[in-house]
């Protein structure tokens, strides 16, 4: 079945630094959700990709959806303290008997150090 | 509007013993419905989902089973638990055939087998 790949697995950085963590596919993907997930909480939807080559902002938050639509990443500026979580990115089927199943990356644990 | 409600937060059972979790959702109708384990903190593995009552899709070979008795109540069941079975077991939900949302999940159970 489809996988996605999603590195790097952690990340810490000093506050006021950037991230970046990227998904990767072997094959196309359908659409991409990305999602974050809070210490000891639930993964909390961000935003959802569809065309290729797409770019959305949320705030300090950077989306893309790559042009072949095998890869996105999420970059976040100037972190902050807040931001801590896990970062995951989600392939959503689209067609078929499994219409919304979503398949995870593995996420990427950032620590934003003060 | 839509809520999602998990019950219980945190269960400690025996290896073999049953399980019962129970998800209800509130405010949609006909939603997809998902059960996700999460062990350590990391990616998320679909173990169940359903696009109606009575209809339930098993991902994995497991030691699990799912129900969905009403439109908007699924339950995760096993008649006797495996030290493997511990694990963050999330709820979520979809809209039917909606492109453009996330899921929403629920807050999770934190199973410990002992």
């Known amino acids: 079945g489809q996988q996605v790949m999603q590195i790097p697995q952690y990340q810490h950085v000093q506050e006021g630094e950037d991230f970046t963590t990227y998904c990767n596919s072997s094959?196309?993907?359908?659409?991409i959700q990305w999602y974050k997930q809070r210490p000891g909480g639930h993964p909390v939807f961000l935003i959802q990709?569809?065309?290729?080559?797409e770019v959305k902002k949320q705030k300090r938050l950077t989306f893309q959806f790559g042009e072949a639509k095998k890869n996105s990443s999420l970059h976040i500026t100037a972190t902050q303290t807040t931001d801590v979580g896990t970062y995951f990115c989600?392939?959503?089927?689209?067609?078929?008997?499994?219409?919304?199943?979503?398949?995870f990356g593995q996420g990427t644990i950032l620590t934003v150090h003060p | 509007s839509q809520t999602i409600h998990q019950w219980p937060a945190t269960l400690v059972q025996p290896v073999g013993s049953p399980l019962s979790l129970e998800c209800t959702v509130e405010?949609?109708?006909?939603?997809?419905l998902y059960w996700y384990r999460q062990a350590a903190g990391r990616g998320l593995q679909l173990l169940f989902y359903?696009?109606?009552?009575?209809?339930i899709s098993s991902e994995v070979p497991q030691n699990l089973s799912a129900s969905r008795p009403q439109d908007r109540q699924f339950i995760l069941s096993s008649k006797k638990l495996l030290l493997s079975d511990s694990g963050f077991y999330l709820c979520?939900?979809?809209?039917?055939?909606?492109?453009?949302?996330?899921?929403?999940f629920g807050s999770g159970t934190r199973l410990t087998v002992v």
């Open positions: 979520a939900w979809s809209r039917d055939r909606g492109r453009d949302y996330g899921y929403t």
């Open positions: 094959t196309t993907l359908s659409n």
């Open positions: 990709l569809v065309k290729s080559g």
């Open positions: 989600a392939d959503r089927v689209l067609g078929g008997t499994s219409y919304g199943k979503l398949t």
């Open positions: 405010g949609t109708s006909n939603p997809n």
């Open positions: 359903s696009v109606g009552i009575g209809q």
